[in-house]
């Protein structure tokens, strides 16, 4: 008993000095190409050592990986040169022998065996990679620092891995609120820890200049600074000066560190349009000749860099030459968006620009402008990367279209030659709402939820093989009007930046959102241990429906796993004594359903919410006479009729025509008494959404012989805010089995839009019938 006693004491003050960590499954996040799983374990502890061959960066990587392991185990793992001939027993290998050179510049391989790991990789680029899935596969306490002894045990494991796009990156714009640089190093390292590698830095704005040129100071001390701010969506200023910039030996500084992390960092500075704080600093740039001062409200200017002043090239491509000689990336941003041609149109200079030039209007001016540019960079070893507007005009075979409005620009680009960067606004947009607007921090639209995020494939298809190879990767933006701190900027970034970063790594088919789910949820503890301000929005619960016996199923799923989601159908939120959700449910009436996830009889997240109308209609098949777009499907076929009303995003209730008619018919199944329909229809010329000029319902016994109802007519192109109207009729109680539903659209937008006789959109939701 003695000596029993004694060794469990032992025991005891071993496993109390020396902690034992298991990491589990996998749990990576990008899901790796190949995951092979073993059933064994590896430990690293005292006497196991790191051997490199010593090319491709394996020592610069292997040092990180001793690093990491002394600070958060206190082990000091010895690094020896590799040997094939030498024992490999309890070792960690880092080497390009044998390495897969079909995984490309940045793929990997690990194999982890009971008796060691082997790393390899063709090179420093795929090796870091591996190292990343190494450390995920190593428990969260590796993101934390340790004043005891710990081993660590890994899984055995074979891993082959490569990114499906090369261009995976992040944005962040400090014109208009300015970040330390201590965070955009932690917002690099995020990236880096989920194998992104490009860092699109958006250092200009009407708000602000936030980087440092030499030949024209007053970039900075005139520039930088802003009067005041925007108060939330209000048209007031807080009248609280703004000021800051980054000097060029701080953005050298975030550069290096970044190259470090095996990332690109790109540089964006924006012209002609979101200029106001340089022609403030230096008016003779513009068309009017001033004065500006630095705006302290959101939004577009009319005021732009003027395309006829000679003066302003010069300009331009002095700015750029200092911007060259920090950021060495192959592209450089040029912005390109949102310019408006009020001053052009108007201005002599540009006047006399576009007769001498031979071009046909302001929009062949913006391009003449982008071209000029472009040479001047091609001049100097660049690539001119822009935003979608590039494209007007014309643009060169080079150029890089970043496509934000929507895929079209991207589908235009890839069909002109050109390769194309997808971030548009309905899937990458980091700055929307991530849930309920109710519930969350001010943002600017949405929502645009963790699942949404997730659900997106970069390559529209419509596009060929040959033309789907321009689609080189996907980007997520953070706009900063509405996010001030570096807190709130974690907060809309993350999860949805891990999110976004498997869809641009991981190959389509290893994609699947409930996998998604359940390995996110690994991840939170080693964000907490690196003190990551992550939104809980990532706990939200999508309400949705499906049909089952031409009835709407209410479907309710988690954002993340593990949790109880309990709900309400009464219009009170859900508590630890609301019903339990357990299967698809069916509504009697319309509702509105409250629901929310719960943890230890605690809410864990936010109450979401959605209004699901439930009428004759409802369920009932819908056969699709005019298609739809792909871009804005709904929930597909069956939109119409599955209960769920359309919200203030497009990609959600909503189903949407580009410069086609709708027409569709519902069969009621049986002869069935009713006295209205009505179908809302939303517009907002802004996005280029109009109201149908006319909607015409019909009703029908037999399918073939149909009764038309008064029409509704619109102003389908007035200029207006978004609004939402419906079309419907009201008549005496009739016997129907089929409805069709005919709405004519205006086919291209008007004569007064900025971009009149571009496709105009029409968009549709939901078939309500009584």
């Not at 185990?73 to 079909?102: C, H, M, Q, W």
């Not at 953005?251 to 022609?279: D, F, N, Q």
């Not at 002043?309 to 920090?326: A, C, H, R």
Request: glycine share 6%; aromatic share 12%.
């Amino acid at each position: 008993m003695k000596l029993q006693a004694r060794l469990f004491l032992f025991a005891f003050i071993l496993i109390s000095s020396i902690r034992s960590i298991f990491a589990g499954s996998i749990h990576v996040i990008p899901i790796p190409m190949q995951v092979t799983e073993g059933k064994g374990v590896f430990n690293i502890n005292s006497s196991t050592i790191i051997l490199i061959d010593e090319t491709n960066g394996t020592k610069e990587i292997s040092d990180l990986f001793a690093e990491k392991i002394r600070l958060s185990s206190r082990l000091n793992l010895e690094t020896r040169s590799y040997n094939a001939a030498f024992p490999k027993n309890n070792s960690i290998i880092f080497t390009t022998l044998g390495a897969d050179v079909s995984l490309g510049k940045e793929g990997y391989t690990i194999d982890i065996s009971e008796t060691n790991i082997n790393v390899s990789a063709v090179s420093a680029n795929g090796f870091f990679y591996g190292l990343q899935t190494l450390f995920q596969l190593l428990p969260p306490d590796i993101e934390k620092q340790s004043v005891v002894v710990k081993t660590f045990t890994l899984p055995t494991v074979t891993i082959k891995d490569k990114p499906r796009f090369a261009y995976r990156g992040m944005h962040l714009d400090v014109g208009r609120h300015l970040f330390p640089v201590e965070f955009i190093k932690k917002y690099i390292d995020l990236m880096a820890m989920y194998k992104m590698n490009t860092f699109h830095w958006h250092l200009t704005d009407d708000q602000g200049w936030r980087i440092e040129i030499k030949k024209y100071p007053e970039l900075t001390r005139i520039g930088s600074i802003r009067k005041g701010t925007q108060i939330g969506k209000t048209s007031e200023s807080d009248s609280i000066p703004y000021s800051g910039f980054y000097t060029q030996d701080q953005a050298r500084e975030i550069v290096a560190y970044a190259a470090s992390k095996y990332i690109t960092v790109i540089p964006e500075i924006e012209m002609p349009g979101h200029s106001i704080a340089a022609l403030t600093a230096y008016p003779r740039l513009s068309c009017t000749g001033g004065p500006f001062e630095v705006r302290t409200k959101w939004g577009v200017a009319d005021d732009i860099l003027c395309a006829g002043n000679d003066s302003v090239f010069t300009f331009v491509q002095d700015v750029l030459s200092e911007i060259l000689d920090i950021f060495p990336s192959a592209y450089i941003h040029i912005g390109g968006d949102e310019a408006p041609k009020v001053r052009w149109e108007v201005c002599p200079k540009c006047q006399a620009r576009i007769k001498s030039e031979g071009l046909k209007n302001e929009a062949e001016l913006q391009s003449y402008f982008i071209k000029r540019i472009e040479k001047f960079l091609v001049s100097k070893n660049r690539r001119l990367i822009g935003w979608d507007e590039i494209l007007e005009g014309g643009l060169s075979p080079d150029a890089t279209v970043m496509a934000w409005r929507g895929i079209q620009a991207a589908i235009d680009a890839a069909a002109e030659g050109h390769d194309a960067i997808m971030t548009p606004v309905d899937y990458c947009y980091f700055d929307y709402y991530q849930g309920d607007q109710a519930t969350k921090h001010e943002a600017v639209g949405g929502p645009l939820t963790l699942k949404t995020v997730y659900s997106y494939n970069p390559v529209p298809p419509v596009l060929t093989d040959e033309q789907a190879v321009h689609i080189i990767g996907v980007q997520g933006n953070v706009w900063t009007e509405y996010i001030k701190t570096p807190d709130y900027a974690e907060y809309m970034a993350f999860p949805r930046a891990i999110a976004l970063a498997e869809v641009a790594w991981s190959q389509q088919y290893r994609r699947n959102w409930d996998d998604f789910r359940a390995r996110l949820d690994k991840q939170y503890p080693r964000l907490d241990n690196l003190g990551v301000k992550y939104s809980q929005g990532s706990f939200n619960v999508d309400i949705s429906t499906q049909r089952d016996k031409n009835l709407n199923l209410a479907v309710l799923s988690g954002e993340s796993s593990g949790m109880e989601i309990r709900y309400t159908i009464d219009g009170s939120d859900p508590s630890i004594n609301s019903t339990l959700y357990s299967k698809p449910f069916n509504l009697s009436r319309s509702a509105p359903v409250k629901a929310a996830l719960f943890s230890k009889d605690k809410i864990a997240g936010d109450v979401c919410q959605s209004d699901i109308n439930v009428n004759k209609a409802s369920g009932k098949p819908v056969t699709i006479i005019k298609p739809y777009s792909f871009k804005y499907p709904g929930t597909g076929n069956q939109t119409m009729t599955d209960g769920l009303m359309g919200t203030s995003s497009y990609k959600s209730g909503w189903q949407g025509y580009e410069g086609t008619d709708i027409e569709f018919t519902v069969d009621l199944l049986q002869p069935t008494k009713i006295s209205s329909m009505k179908l809302n229809f939303v517009k907002s010329p802004s996005d280029w959404v109009l109201y149908p000029t006319e909607v015409v319902f019909s009703i029908s016994l037999d399918g073939k012989t149909w009764k038309n109802l008064e029409s509704t007519k619109f102003e389908a192109s007035s200029p207006s805010l978004k609004e939402i109207k419906p079309a419907g009729n009201t008549f005496r109680e009739t016997v129907v089995r089929y409805i069709k539903v005919s709405a004519i659209s205006p086919r291209s937008l008007p004569e007064w839009h900025e971009y009149k006789g571009e496709p105009c959109w029409i968009f549709c939701d939901e078939l309500v019938v009584e």
